[in-house]
T-cell receptor, first 108, second 111 residues
Framework: QKEVEQNSGPLSVPEGAIASLNCTYS??????FFWYRQYSGKSPELIMF????GDKEDGRFTAQLNKASQYVSLLIRDSQPSDSATYLC????????FGTGTRLLVSP | DAGITQSPRHKVTETGTPVTLRCHQT?????MYWYRQDPGHGLRLIHY???????DKGEVSDGYSVSRSKTEDFLLTLESATSSQTSVYFC??????????FGSGTRLTVV
């Protein structure tokens, strides 16, 4: 069973802080890693993807991948109330396998 | 997403009735997927398609069937709906090498 694990949260951070979301996966053969954001009652929206070890930055978002530790993280700098959502980690095992998501709450 | 349309958006049906959900895409993506999303379980793959008339089962395929007669349409059928199939169903498409794009979802309630 291919697994993707996330802490369900909620993770509460004040506005302007850095939010750190974490994900671990079970299969060392995984090649591609994705972060989706899902607002309540809406569909998941792709915000970041990473294929290689290290960091990838896009605006306020940074994805970090450590294949040796089987660990993926998403950092959100200068968190805003509009970032409050559930963040889904997804890993490719031929098809995408999703974690159950971490709920992020950013308070004004 | 403008390129992926799911219908209906909401449906209430009775136990034992067949139900068909439709996913229509205008992106000409080869790959299409059906997921269900339930609290505590996240998104789970039901069936997927690599092209016209080329489909396969995902991890939770029991009680579901699919058909893809055209590139743009991927149908999910609940052969005899049960209360355990009450869920939010998402269709997704994929352009090769990139993450999936999701439709707006169908909220299905089986009573």
């Amino acid at each position: 069973q291919k697994e993707v694990e996330q802490n369900s949260g909620p993770l509460s951070v004040p506005e302007g802080a850095i939010a750190s979301l974490n994900c671990t996966y079970s299969d060392r053969g995984s090649q591609s890693f994705f972060w989706y954001r899902q607002y309540s009652g809406k569909s998941p929206e792709l915000i970041m993807f990473i294929y290689s070890n290290g960091d990838k930055e896009d605006g306020r978002f940074t994805a970090q991948l450590n294949k040796a530790s089987q660990y993926v993280s998403l950092l959100i700098r200068d968190s805003q109330p509009s970032d409050s959502a559930t963040y889904l980690c997804a890993v490719t095992y031929e098809k995408l396998v999703f974690g159950t998501g971490t709920r992020l709450l950013v308070s004004p | 997403d403008a390129g992926i349309t799911q219908s209906p958006r909401h449906k209430v049906t009775e136990t034992g009735t067949p139900v068909t959900l439709r996913c229509h895409q205008t992106e000409n993506h080869r790959y299409m997927y059906w997921y269900r999303q339930d609290p505590g379980h996240g998104l789970r793959l039901i069936h997927y398609s690599y092209g016209v008339k080329d489909t396969d089962k995902g991890e939770v395929s029991d009680g579901y069937s699919v058909s893809r007669s055209k590139t743009e349409d991927f149908l999910l059928t609940l052969e005899s709906a049960t209360s355990s199939q009450t869920s939010v169903y998402f269709c997704a498409t994929q352009d090769s090498g990139v993450g999936y794009t999701f439709g707006s979802g169908t909220r299905l309630t089986v009573v």
